[in-house]
């Protein structure tokens, strides 16, 4: 696409012509000059006697490459298990006031498919502003931003004492949150209630590596969930998903999109009953790998400290704990993480490059 004034808005990046509706001589080449100035690349002159620059990156076809990737916002997952305790990734809330830490944050989370952010205050003011500062918070049934104990004030077991398996928040939904984040204000009179993580690209690549079959399984039925316990909500997704799904280049690691998992939330399966025990069998032993306590990272939430994960990758729950808990987050969409993580991270020439169509 040419950058100039008349093709493209400079101030909204969009295009401003429509090659559909010009004549078809419009946009045939009939000159090209190569240019090694201050920036190499091309000129070119079109049918209809508009002269373009095409900087020499745009000629590269990377769109199925890693710089492409990259440039679109995909980060190589570094997969983990229970050993990450020893090497957590972190940062501290200081490192906000410098102007450094977003994109700290954003490439740790990218990475890793989690992070804490230490020594902040123990505050749903500082929770909110720093969930804010990286995009508008989801609203939902719950509400937007969350500040609750366990009260059951809305009737989730998120908001009860009980423990919680390994899961993903949101399959209920067409495009589940893409972030989340938790902090733990206070815990009086009471005990229990570690949390537990579990990166499910990591899992779900072990399940390849064990059974292939079983992991295809997973990656082509979809699965129904729902959200029922609200008075007058009932929620369930357009369309089942499955539990993997995939960028369209295919199963590689680092190649897959989406982990979806939530025992307590599932309903049907868009499967006929002759071959349901196939799914059952896939998903047992999914079940089996993200419940071995080699797979799964245990840690004690404690006031001042923020947890932020990718919800599309990392399994998180909890143990029973007594007493009283006050907790604080939210979620973030997807395209407003991703776009946080780009804005903050890339170059505006990587930006740029990124918005090129042939």
């Known amino acids: 696409m040419c950058s100039c004034p008349q ?98 944050l954003l490439h740790k989370i990218r990475k890793y498919g989690f992070a804490f952010v230490e020594d902040m205050p123990a505050t749903p003011e500082a929770t909110q502003g720093l969930l804010e500062s990286i995009g508008p918070i989801r609203n939902t049934h719950y509400g937007g931003f969350y500040d609750f104990t366990s009260d059951l004030a809305s009737k989730d077991t998120a908001y009860t004492a ?34 537990s993580l579990v990166d499910g690209f990591a899992a779900a690549d ?36 499955p539990v993997f799904t995939h960028h369209e280049y295919g199963r590689m690691l ?34 089996a790998i993200i419940s071995e306590s080699a797979n799964q990272y245990w840690f004690q939430l404690k006031p001042g400290t923020m947890l932020l994960f990718d919800n599309w990758r990392v399994l998180h729950g909890r143990s029973a704990f007594t007493g009283k808990r006050r907790m604080c987050g939210g979620y973030i969409n997807r395209d407003d993480f991703i776009s946080k993580y780009r804005t903050t991270n890339l170059s505006q020439e990587e930006l740029l490059a990124s918005t090129v169509t042939g």
């Open 206 to 241: 072990k399940l390849f590596k064990d059974d292939v079959s079983a992991y295809q399984t997973l990656s082509r039925v979809g699965v129904y969930a729902h959200a029922s316990g609200n008075e007058g909500v009932s929620i369930q997704p357009a369309e089942p998903a």
């Open 162 to 195: 009980e423990a919680l398996e390994p899961h993903t928040d949101n399959t209920y939904f067409t495009e589940p949150a893409g972030l989340q984040a938790l902090h733990m204000l206070a815990h009086t009179d009471g005990s229990g209630g570690l949390s």
């Open 7 to 104: 093709c493209r808005n400079q101030d909204t990046a969009q295009r401003q012509i429509n090659v559909f509706k010009m004549p078809a001589n419009a946009c045939e080449i009939v000159k090209v000059t190569e240019v090694q100035d201050k920036e190499v690349g091309l000129n070119v002159e079109f049918g209809d006697g508009h002269a373009s620059f095409f900087p020499s990156s745009q000629f590269n076809d990377k769109r199925s490459t890693p710089v492409q990737e990259a440039r679109s916002g995909m980060v190589p997952a570094k997969t983990w298990d229970a050993g990450i305790v020893d090497q957590a990734p972190t940062l501290k809330y200081a490192t906000f006031e410098s102007g450094t830490g977003m994109s700290t």
């Open 254 to 287: 680092g190649h897959i999109a989406q982990v979806r998992w939530n025992n307590a939330d599932r309903a049907g399966l868009r499967l006929g009953l002759a071959t349901i025990g196939n799914w059952y069998d896939a998903a047992a032993k999914f079940d």
